[in-house]
């Protein structure tokens, strides 16, 4: 998910020599990224109660733990230029 979030910010880009709007990521990427792991500290304290019920929150827990993959990535990404692609940051 990218947004031009500022459309008064413009760029000089690199590779295509035109002023552009940057397409950057959402913002809150990393406040999701923390938030994640602070459901995972959640998950850590309640491990006696996910441990007791092996058939349905160790499975829902699996999936929380593979949802890192994505958000990292959403989190990591840099704005682009609107044209070529080519990173700006
Ligand atoms: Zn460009």
């Not at 923390?34 to 499975?59: E, S, T």
């Not at 044209?83 to 940051?89: A, D, H, M, N, P």
Request: hydrophobic share 45%; glycine share 8%; with cysteine.
């Amino acid at each position: 998910m990218q947004l031009a979030l500022d459309p008064t910010t413009r760029v000089d880009c690199p590779r295509c020599h035109q002023v552009v709007t940057p397409l950057r990521p959402w913002r809150h990427w990393k406040t999701v990224r923390m938030a994640y792991f602070g459901g995972l500290g959640l998950a850590l304290l309640g491990a006696p109660v996910i441990l007791a019920d092996g058939f349905v929150l160790i499975p829902t827990l699996m999936l929380y733990m593979v949802a890192i993959g994505p958000i990292n990535t959403l989190a990591g990404q840099r704005a682009v230029c609107s044209r070529c692609s080519c990173v700006l940051e």
